[in-house]
């Protein structure tokens, strides 16, 4: 981008919600296609949007159908915003993951969001160091977990629902004050959880360095994550057992050479379509990633991408990446939709 380009992105966060809320929007980046496959996912004349501006690093768009909006974390700002196209950018909930007294380092807030079954808001705290649920309205929030036997998480870092009601979220270091190397440490690996039903924790994998985003296949047959460590960024496939545990992973695909080559970004957040294609955040922006793992292109924004999300009518996809909110439209809709 330009300067006269990005400064006039960036302006639109200092506008009035009024003004946010508009029918057309300044675009960015562009579509990379490896595979004329990619055509039947997003068509050749597909733009990417900026729908507001200035975050410190945006994350975790959710789609709320009940109230035609969308909401995201500001991790380091410690809130999560409500964005919608008729009332555009307000504070939606601060402080989002940190409620403590203090400052909690420089990522302390709300990361991945999603919203369960009963409609609650899930949230994964970096600074309160748990996973919690939340109504959307007149309602505080519960923790549905915050250890491990005893041991409190690093800091979760996302979180999905399966159909039976269990969640799974990611653990790595990226919210504690001092990282991996933080004091207050108390469980030794970065791993992948399950919360069942009963509240019962168990340990899905500690094998992977640095776990982040997760998806289920549209068939739940299948457990992606993303793996955001330069040496080794990757994003793995786990069959989903019958007692809701995984069994032995295997790569599905290796972005490392793309961080070598030195695209920005590294595998983050990451959602499927209902034909099982996954939309990973990685280098170079979203990687559209077969189920078999043939990269098909990839949406780049141009700047490191954190996570993104279905919502409209299940064929929009948003995108935040760093400071900005984004949406492009796609000819497919998210899994679930």
Not at 194 to 220: C, H, Q, W, Y
Not at 255 to 281: E, F, R, S, Y
């Amino acid at each position: 981008m330009t300067f006269f380009q990005r400064w006039a992105v960036a302006a639109l966060v200092f506008a009035s919600p009024q003004l946010l809320a508009q029918s057309s929007y300044p675009t960015l980046g562009k579509i990379v296609r490896n595979d004329p496959r990619l055509d039947a996912l997003v068509a050749p004349e597909a733009k990417i949007e900026v729908l507001a501006s200035g975050f410190i690093w945006a994350e975790g768009p959710v789609w709320v159908k009940s109230q035609n909006c969308l909401l995201f974390s500001d991790v380091p700002a410690n809130t999560i915003f409500k964005w919608s196209a008729k009332e555009g950018l307000t504070p939606f909930l601060k402080p989002s993951g940190f409620t403590g007294a203090g400052t909690y380092g420089d990522e302390p807030g709300s990361n991945g969001l999603t919203l369960d079954q009963q409609g609650r808001l899930i949230i994964a705290e970096h600074g309160d160091r748990r996973i919690s649920a939340m109504p959307l309205s007149n309602a505080g929030k519960r923790t549905i977990a915050d250890n491990f036997q005893g041991k409190r998480f690093n800091s979760p870092n996302d979180v999905v629902q399966h159909s039976s009601g269990a969640y799974y979220f990611t653990d790595p270091p990226y919210g504690m004050p001092l990282k991996h190397n933080d004091p207050t440490r108390e469980i030794d690996w970065f791993g992948v959880y399950r919360v069942g039903n009963d509240g019962k924790v168990s340990l899905i994998t500690k094998e992977m360095t640095r776990p982040n985003g997760l998806a289920f296949s549209p068939d739940e047959k299948t457990l992606y994550v993303a793996q955001s460590d330069p040496e080794k960024a990757i994003v793995m496939a786990f069959p989903v057992l019958a007692d809701g545990s995984v069994g032995a992973g295997k790569v599905l695909f290796d972005a490392t050479p793309m961080v070598k080559q030195g695209l920005a970004g590294l595998p983050d957040g990451l959602k499927t379509d209902q034909q099982g294609n996954l939309w990973c955040t990685g280098p170079g922006g979203v990687l559209i990633l077969t189920p078999t793992g043939q990269l098909l292109g990839r949406i780049d924004t141009g700047e490191a991408t954190a996570n993104c999300g279905w919502g409209d009518d299940g064929s929009t996809l948003y995108i935040t990446a760093d400071m900005y909110l984004c949406r492009i439209k796609t000819k497919v809709k998210g899994a679930g939709w």
